[in-house]
């Protein structure tokens, strides 16, 4: 190699630098653990876990936790129901361990569950008439909403959870009752009859029967206002204010 072949001070340099990046990029990784033991103890130490059963691997499926994130079936006949139906979106058997608390639990009168949407209150809802109606085949269970279209969906879900549930269109009767708010209640006054007119008279005043019917409100707070609202300011005249008035003070306190 003549003198202007042999390598400069920067290329031995370079060149240096690429044969440390090459034995950096060929060395393999190593990682070691601390036990408190010398690497060869705890290799040694290391124990294979047992061989569970059958039986105990499925009883494991029952803890929450395992929940979250399986779902046990009933039977072949659930499963086949599932495949066959082509509509898993509907299959709801999903709960979180808080909302299988709710449907499973048992409380002495009223319990709230508050939630915004896409929380998973209907979905508690379901369930929870679903195992109220299973369990007590005579029991007369309620289901109500605010609209009818919900309460028809509603009655698609519990039927789509379980087929052999149980469908009355009668109130109180053995079975699942799901209807709107509205229908409800009609079907509350009707069955009451004229013993109505004294609940009537205890929340409105004015005892009658009739009152399954609605009421025009803006034409009524019209003519109660040229009745009897002689004096009162234009704001306090107009039938939204009244409305609300009747709504959140009147009837609350229940005032004649």
Not at 36 to 62: C, I, N, Q, Y
């Amino acid at each position: 190699m003549s003198e202007a072949d042999a390598p400069t001070r920067s290329t031995r340099t370079h060149l240096g630098e690429r044969d440390q990046t090459r034995q950096r990029r060929n060395r393999r990784p190593t990682a070691t653990v601390s036990l408190g033991l010398p690497p060869a103890t705890a290799t040694t130490r290391f124990t294979k876990p047992e061989p569970v059963s059958d039986e105990e691997l499925l009883d494991s499926f029952d803890h929450p936790r395992a929940q979250m994130g399986f779902a046990k079936l009933a039977g072949a006949e659930e499963l086949r129901r599932v495949i066959t139906g082509g509509d898993f979106s509907a299959w709801r058997i999903f709960l979180h361990p808080q909302q299988r608390r709710w449907v499973k639990g048992g409380w002495n009168g009223p319990y709230r569950i508050s939630g915004g949407t896409g929380t998973g209150k209907t979905v508690v809802v379901v369930h929870r008439a679903r195992r109220l109606a299973a369990e007590d085949p005579g029991a007369a269970v309620v289901v109500t909403t605010f609209t009818t279209n919900l309460a028809a969906e509603l009655s698609r879900s519990l039927e789509r959870l379980d087929p052999d549930l149980r469908f009355t269109d009668q109130l109180g009767a053995p079975g699942l009752h799901v209807k709107g708010i509205d229908a409800l209640a009609r079907a509350v006054l009707t069955a009451a009859g004229a013993d109505v007119s004294a609940a009537v008279a205890t929340v409105l005043g004015v005892g009658r029967t009739d009152v399954s019917g609605r009421t025009d409100g803006d034409a009524a707070w019209r003519q109660a206002v040229l009745r009897a609202g002689e004096g009162l300011g234009e704001k306090l005249c107009k039938p939204a204010f009244l409305q609300a008035e009747y709504e959140m003070v009147i009837l609350p306190n229940r005032l004649t």
